[in-house]
């Protein structure tokens, strides 16, 4: 099992930046790569970004393409998601999540683990 656990959300004016951090714990060695998705209220919960263990870049959600990279420490098994020029659209919870079949997390793979969420307020 893995357990991953995000921090760094919290409330941001527009423009602001914030980084998000998920550690991984547990049978780390399966991961093969990780991602952040939000939710926003009444929509579906999307892939904004992806990168396997290798450190390849797999996705990136079209709206925050040149704002937000997605970054990962094998040597602390934590993901990163670095978040700028954000706008009140970002707001969400996002989550961390990681699969263990793929080295490709796209918006159609199946993850097997998430986190609990954390939320991420952006205020005009």
């Known amino acids: 099992q893995v357990r991953l656990v995000e921090s760094g959300g919290g409330l941001v004016q527009v423009g602001g930046s914030l980084r998000l951090s998920c550690a991984a714990s547990?049978?780390?060695?399966?991961?093969?790569?990780q991602g952040w998705y939000r939710q926003a209220p009444g929509k579906h919960r999307e892939l904004v970004a992806s990168?396997?263990?290798?450190?390849?870049?797999?996705y990136y959600l079209d709206s925050v393409k040149g704002r937000f990279t997605i970054s990962r420490d094998n040597a602390k098994n934590t993901a990163y998601l670095q978040m700028g020029s954000l706008k009140p659209e970002d707001t969400a919870v996002y989550y961390c999540?990681?699969?263990?079949?793929?080295?490709?997390?796209?918006?159609?793979?199946?993850?097997?683990?998430w986190g609990q969420g954390t939320q991420v307020t952006v205020s005009s």
């Open positions: 990168i396997s263990t290798g450190g390849k870049t797999n």
């Open positions: 999540a990681a699969v263990d079949q793929s080295t490709f997390m796209t918006p159609g793979s199946f993850v097997p683990y």
């Open positions: 547990g049978d780390t060695f399966s991961i093969t790569a």
